[in-house]
């Protein structure tokens, strides 16, 4: 089922004046997504990496050279997500740096397939350094990604939008940004996700969001603000950056259905395996 742009905004207002949390959950099979519906979700969003991810490999592979990340969500989308939600708007994940593709008619196909909003991903913003220097100076760039969103909201569609600094949260406010995603890092725990040492620590990410959120209200002072990944892997984690910054939901992908899954599939079978011995056979 499609939502409009104000109709998704309206069921996120109502979340917080009801003072409850905003919930995007990430989707990488029909079924993560079927029960991501059922568990209460808002949004639920297609990443090309949720393919890899419920495969058993790391995130991060949505961003390497496996696959077509916008042929495979539009596959996802079609073939395996949007046929099973019924009441939650389904947002894609958008490759916007794709110097094969031209956006407005990606956007077109996708805004036929029903999808209600766009995101930013997979997003350059996780890439730093030389690579990302290089990566901006030959037009692979963040801004590549700002004008997709740029072209998303022209068209219509909600938007929801990775960023990772307080320029990048301006440049995406401007471009018309409904909501804002404080992205804090690959999101830790797990068998394939960052070591606890590896992340800034929960406070500091909790900082880094309010300088995110701080630099959007600037440009556009109805928007939302959420957080995403490093140390927020858990309930407890998100409920106590929400305590201490101005963020009024979370996104989760990892922490949504590969992490439930790694536990819960190993414990189950275990329990399989301590059933005791009733007879010996021949």
Excluded: W
Aim: proline fraction near 4%.
């Amino acid at each position: 089922m499609k939502f409009s742009r104000t109709e998704v905004l309206r069921r996120l207002c109502s979340q917080i004046a009801l003072h409850r949390p905003i919930i995007g959950a990430g989707a990488g099979t029909g079924i993560s997504a079927k029960f991501a519906e059922e568990g209460g979700a808002d949004l639920i969003i297609v990443y090309n990496s949720g393919r890899f991810r419920m495969a058993g490999h790391g995130s991060l592979a949505g961003l390497l050279a496996y696959g077509d990340a916008n042929a495979i969500v539009k596959e996802m989308g079609e073939r395996e997500i949007l046929p099973i939600v019924r009441d939650v708007p389904v947002i894609a994940g958008v490759m916007g740096t794709d110097p094969l593709r031209r956006m407005d008619y990606l956007l077109a196909e996708l805004d036929s397939l029903g999808f209600s909003g766009i995101n930013n991903f997979p997003t350059v913003g996780l890439i730093d350094g030389r690579f990302r220097m290089e990566l901006e100076r030959t037009g692979m760039g963040f801004g590549r990604e700002v004008d997709m969103i740029g072209l998303a909201h022209k068209r219509g569609f909600f938007t929801c939008v990775y960023v990772f600094n307080a320029g990048e949260s301006s440049a995406m406010a401007k471009a018309g940004a409904d909501v804002i995603i404080a992205h804090v890092g690959l999101t830790v725990g797990g068998s394939i996700g960052l070591a606890d040492n590896d992340a800034m620590s929960i406070d500091k990410a909790a900082a880094v969001i309010q300088e995110i959120g701080e630099a959007a209200k600037v440009i556009n002072p109805d928007g939302l603000l959420l957080c995403h990944g490093g140390p927020i892997a858990t309930p407890e984690d998100a409920a106590y950056v929400l305590d201490h910054c101005a963020a009024v939901g979370f996104v989760g992908a990892s922490s949504m259905e590969r992490l439930p899954v790694e536990t819960a599939i190993a414990a189950t079978t275990r329990a399989f395996k301590s059933i005791a011995t009733v007879r010996t056979h021949p």
